[in-house]
C-alpha cells in the first residue's frame, strides 16, 4: 500500500508540471495564451502540484513520528491553502464562468473530499 502511495504522488508531482508549463508561471500572473487546464492530473484534483508535495510532506512527518514535523506539515499546509485562495480568485477572475464549473466538478486537494 505505501508503494502505491508513493507511486500515485510521484505520478502527480512528476507529470503536472509538464502539463502546465507551457502556459504558468510561478509568478501569479497570466501570460500569453494562457488557458484553463482540466486534463491529466487537472482533471482529478485542481492543484496536484500542492497535492503531491502536501501528502509527501506529511508522509514524511508521520514516518518520522515528530511533533515537529507534523507542525512543520501543517505549516506548509497553511501556506499552501493561502496561496491556493489566490490563485483561485485569479483563475475566477480571469475564466469566470468556466472557473465556476471547474471549482464545482473537481476538488482542489483530494479527491472528492477538499
Not at 508513493?6 to 510561478?26: D, E, G, L, Q
Amino acid at each position: 500500500m505505501t508503494t502505491d502511495i508513493y507511486c500515485n504522488i510521484k505520478h502527480i508531482t512528476v507529470f503536472a508540471p509538464p502539463v502546465r508549463a507551457s502556459c504558468v508561471s510561478w509568478s501569479l500572473t497570466f501570460v500569453d495564451g494562457h488557458r484553463l487546464i482540466r486534463t491529466g492530473p487537472y482533471a482529478i484534483v485542481r492543484h496536484p502540484i500542492y497535492a503531491g508535495i502536501g501528502a509527501a510532506i506529511l508522509g514524511t512527518a508521520v514516518a518520522v513520528g515528530e511533533v515537529r514535523a507534523l507542525l512543520a506539515f501543517l505549516l506548509i499546509a497553511a501556506a499552501y491553502l493561502h496561496r491556493i485562495r489566490i490563485e483561485e480568485r485569479l483563475l475566477a477572475r480571469e475564466f469566470g464562468a468556466e472557473h465556476d464549473r471547474y471549482r464545482r466538478d473537481v476538488k482542489a486537494l483530494v479527491p472528492f473530499l477538499l
